[in-house]
């Protein structure tokens, strides 16, 4: 018989304390072992899986205990381990975290617990010694129910220091001791305004790779870790059924400029019947053919404006696609693509594609940041008008010089409790700010390629109707 699946969270007191550091090094050691790793992140993050997937070389998934519902928590998780040895759960800010203060609704800890899943939790140890007994003593005492299994230091100065904090947890915790991460800037991972820099960037060659895995054996015993991890029997390979004929074809912007997909965006869309092809707008001189509708994520076309705007074919290809109506979907730097121009913080002007009446001009500071509902306030290719969708808000710039554009959303920011009209509709183009789950509501993926199946049948009979 099989040996079951083994998993562990890996989560922290609080941001910026090592997580995704630690938990790269973990993958890509056990990886270079030969074993199979499934990765997960916790909450929105579009980044750090996108650097999940590099050292695992399968698709991160993102659970969420705000935006989806339990069952579909646990669908995801069990569905995508299975094949795997080893499933890792990143964390999402410190461990007991989420959307409020009086709940652990949206915490990383109220994962591990639906999972049924131990916690490993990564401290950074650079300017304590026997503090961190009482760090860890009240992180596991603190909810009776969450078992944290074991301890990764990170930022340790040597090994002395590493004996110090070692017996200190050992006197007084349950948690065991696992190992650490020294202070060694060769490991470190840099970041920019919105998070680390993404995987796409080349930021985590094989070397790279290599070297966060050889530090981690050298100083963290993966046998302790793989033991403390929990068994668990994966779900037998029961992916959403692919129709034996895509119904449509769904073109998706994907390069360094356009990288914040939610995975299960995807699946979601293949379940209902699209075919999904990739293409890029920067490189890329045309549209994939035969292309039903248009798919923009998020990422990080501020960047790449120079770029983007250099290739005017693929940008007269994009507005001629939404004159000709075709339906186009946009989040985030989707939505920028789309604008006029994107404004720089220094000011320079890029013009874009054009197919919205407004432009963008990047800030200094998070707009709205956080999670978000949409209450569709009209029908559309998303839904009825009153369906309710979840979503998370990340980004730093805002929409100037706009004309008259219809509003397809009221958007209520849950952080700061602020409501807005948004969801901006022009023909068959709907652009937001906000990156919506596809599965934070029941059917909005199959309502979609339906609207995108239905505008080309009428597309068709026009045509013929003309012969």
Known sequence: ??????????????????????????????????????????????????????A???????????????EVNRSIFARNAEGADVAIVEGVMGLFDGVGGKSEEGST?????????????????????????????????????????GVIFNKVAGPAHYDLLREAVERSCRAVPLGYLPADQRIKIPERYLGLF???????????????????EEHVSLEE?????????????????MPATSRVRVGVARDRAFCFYYEDNLDALRAAGAEIVEFSPLRDAKLPARIDALYFGGGYPELYAGQLNANREMMAAV?????????????????????????????????????????????????????????????????????????????????????????????????????????????????SYIHLHFLSCLGLAETFVESVQHAQQTKLTMAADRC
Request: with cysteine; net charge positive.
């Open 198 to 216: 993404t995987a796409g960037e080349d930021l985590l060659p094989d070397a790279s790779l290599d070297l966060l895995a050889g530090v981690l």
């Open 225 to 241: 870790v793989r033991a403390r991890a929990a068994s668990f029997a994966a779900a037998p390979a029961v992916a959403p059924p």
């Open 1 to 54: 018989m099989a040996e079951m699946t083994k998993g562990f969270v890996v989560a922290g007191p609080a941001s910026g304390v090592g997580k995704t550091t630690v938990t790269l090094a973990l993958m890509a050691a056990l990886r270079r072992r030969g074993q199979v790793v499934q990765p997960y992140k916790c909450g929105p993050d579009f980044i750090d899986a996108g650097h999940h997937t590099r």
């Open 319 to 431: 507005r001629g696609f939404a004159d000709a109506g075709g339906i186009i979907y946009a989040e985030c730097g989707g939505l920028m693509y789309l604008a006029q121009k994107i404004v720089t913080r220094e000011g320079a002007a890029f013009p874009m594609c054009g197919v919205l009446p407004f432009s963008v001009r990047m800030t200094d500071h998070l707009v709205n940041f956080g999670y978000a509902t949409a209450t569709l306030t009209q029908n559309g290719f998303l839904g009825p008008a009153g369906s309710s969708l979840r979503g998370h808000s990340f980004h730093c710039s805002n929409i100037v010089e706009s004309g008259p554009v219809d509003k397809s959303y009221q958007v209520r920011y849950t952080l700061s409790k602020n409501e807005e009209a948004e969801g901006f509709r022009s023909r068959n183009v709907l652009a």
């Open 109 to 149: 800890a109220a994962m591990a617990k639906l999972l049924g899943l131990p916690v490993v939790l990564v401290v950074d140890a650079s300017t304590a010694a026997r503090s961190v007994a009482a760090l860890v003593h009240g992180f596991e005492t603190f909810d009776a129910q969450l078992p944290v299994c």
């Open 56 to 70: 695992c070389g399968r698709r991160c998934r993102n659970l969420d205990g705000w935006m989806l519902a339990p």
